[in-house]
């Protein structure tokens, strides 16, 4: 169905290929899963079989690669509708109607279908992917993990041969990630469909898939075959691999019901060990985080008007939050929220899409006002604060961190960053390289892939060392490797007493970082706890290794290796 002939794709302006030598074929009826660490070009090749390389975004591409036997070098995009249906990292781009069921129909209009055609489909994608409730809802208003399933859903409604898709889970929740994983299964086993699908979060996917295809290096030619097999030598590969490599296990577990079935041995050998305790240090009083003086020091990344800061009594918690309600756009987001986060305190907040994360991050950020109750951050209050002293009380890198980015090179952007934060020049580019080395100077941020992108705003927000630092969904685009050197990064920043929130449906992340976890449902507060005690209690927010080892409360790969050594 899909055929890749030595292909290479090279970008103006670009001295190297992003990718060469790419040679494989994705028969008819299968899910091929595309693997391999951030900036690889695994969008790239997506991007090929779509015609969007190098149609739309310009370079040169070699090589030959057809699609149900269209070749995509003389087959524009339009040209290959009827066939592919793709959706990228943004679902936002993606977008071209206002409301949830117009845009359903939007892509089967555009082929002409019948009208009761269209709506036998609207209504079964719907059903098929949780959205009957949002049917009427602007698109503007959703989360971004309801937008997701939208732009899911929009390309499944043509019923195209090939599902072309790129981080489709990165912003759902476990459970929604489910529901669509299922869907493209059964689209896989019951009505042949072929998807070819680029995800960093093996943990999610790896065992729906039939093939993974692993792209090591740039310029190493990609390896393919059964998805045991590549883990095997993969650099990147989930928690329970990890757990299996650790352990000895061949061949290597890929989900939890085969691991659970070889864990006897290693739960006896863990019986006796000592689980790490999770509570925060006390961060030194010399090293709390207090409010920085305010400055005069204006900031191109805080474009709102100008608001009065009232002097507020001193707290001791980096943030304070007491019976907050927000009503946004006539939904009632939150209520009766209180939560408080101390310096050194790690805190994720988790739920269902739509549960009011996002907008709990907003208040604390001063981006909303709420409609009852009371927010702090350091003692300011956070809507009546100016942008320009705010901003060094408290960061946010928002789920869409091309937000935060708006010169033309990577090294503008940080040379910007250690001027806005008034740090010594070249503290941006020395935070962004420990996190994602080989990124250029010269770059332009809008040719990083998402992953790339989030990085380059998490070390600008960083360089201002915020006392209460806020992320929304960081590691959309992230492998593991990159992950791994983000929590680095986070939980040096937490002992120094820096307060952490984060909103993320990555149970693994929280695994490795939460002291706290704070569940939302339906805009209040449901469980507030230890993170072991609150994911290892539940089915959807539990790590791999605390569904492998249970009853027993072990988070991570790393805490069962340290007790074993």
């Known amino acids: 169905m899909i055929r890749f002939e030595d292909v290479s794709v090279t970008y103006d302006g670009a001295t190297e290929p992003t990718v060469r030598g790419i040679d494989f074929a994705v028969p008819e009826g299968e899910l091929v899963l595309l693997a391999g660490p951030s900036g690889v070009g695994k969008s790239t090749v997506l991007g090929a079989v779509s015609g969007l390389v190098p149609h739309f975004t310009g370079g040169t591409l070699s090589g030959r690669v057809t699609v149900a036997g269209r070749d995509t070098r003389t087959h524009k995009p339009r040209e290959l509708a009827d066939v592919v249906g793709t959706v990228g990292q943004d679902p936002l781009s993606h977008f071209v109607t206002d409301t949830v069921e117009d845009e359903l129909a939007y892509g089967m209009e555009s082929l002409g279908l019948p009208p009761d055609v269209m709506r036998r489909r ?112 993969s650099p990147v590969y989930p928690p329970v691999v990890d757990l299996g490599r650790l352990a000895g296990w061949s061949p290597l577990p890929l989900t939890i019901r085969d691991a659970r079935r070889r864990a006897a041995p290693l739960r006896d050998r863990l019986a006796d060990r000592e689980i790490p305790d999770r509570t925060p240090p006390a961060a030194p009083a010399a090293s709390r985080p207090a409010p920085p003086a305010l400055r005069p020091a204006p900031s191109r990344r805080w474009r709102r008007g100008k608001r009065v800061e009232t002097p507020a009594a001193a707290s001791p ?70 942008p320009r002293d705010l901003v060094r009380r408290v960061g946010l890198i928002p789920q869409e961190p091309r937000d935060l980015l708006y010169a033309d090179t990577v090294a503008a952007e940080c040379q910007a960053a250690d001027r806005d934060a008034e740090a010594p020049p070249g503290t941006c580019r020395t935070l962004l390289t420990d996190l994602l080395p080989g990124v250029t100077d010269d770059t332009h941020p809008r040719d990083l892939s998402e992953g790339q992108r989030l990085t380059l705003a998490l070390s600008v927000v960083l360089t201002a060392r915020p006392p209460l630092l806020l992320l929304d969904e960081p590691t959309r685009g992230l492998d593991y490797a990159a992950k791994a050197r983000l929590a680095g990064v986070l939980r040096s920043l937490a002992a120094e007493g820096h307060a952490i929130v984060l909103a993320t449906h990555d149970v693994e992340l929280t695994a490795e ?24 209690a539940s089915p959807s927010f539990a790590p791999q290794v605390a569904k492998v080892l249970a009853p027993r409360k072990w988070l991570t790969v790393a805490q069962v290796r340290e007790a074993l050594a």
Request: aromatic fraction near 0%.
């Open 122 to 233: 609207v209504e079964e994608t719907l059903d098929l992917l949780g959205l009957s409730d949002l049917r009427s809802r602007p698109i503007a208003t959703l989360s971004g993990g309801q937008q997701q399933r939208v732009a899911i859903g929009s390309v499944l409604t043509p019923h195209p041969e090939v599902l072309v898709l790129d981080e489709p889970t990165s912003a759902l929740d476990p459970a929604a990630a489910e529901e669509v994983l299922a869907v493209l299964q059964r689209l896989v086993h019951d009505l042949g469909t072929t998807v070819l699908m680029a995800e960093h979060r093996l943990e999610r996917v790896i065992q729906y898939a039939d093939q993974v295809v692993l792209l090591p290096a740039p310029g190493e030619p990609p390896l393919l075959g059964p998805p045991a097999e590549v883990m095997a030598v």
């Open 317 to 386: 918690y980096a943030a304070e939050v007491r019976s907050l309600a927000v009503r946004r756009d006539r939904v009632q987001a939150l209520r009766h929220v209180d939560l408080t986060v101390s310096p050194g305190e790690t805190v994720a907040l988790m739920g269902r899409n739509g549960a009011g994360k996002s907008t709990l991050l907003s208040a604390l950020v001063g981006l909303v006002e709420p409609s009852s109750g009371s927010v702090r951050t350091g003692g300011a209050v956070p809507h009546r604060t100016a």
């Open 513 to 536: 970082l939460a002291h706290r976890v704070v569940l939302l449902a339906e805009g209040e507060v449901i469980a507030d706890g230890p993170a072991a005690d609150v994911v290892v």
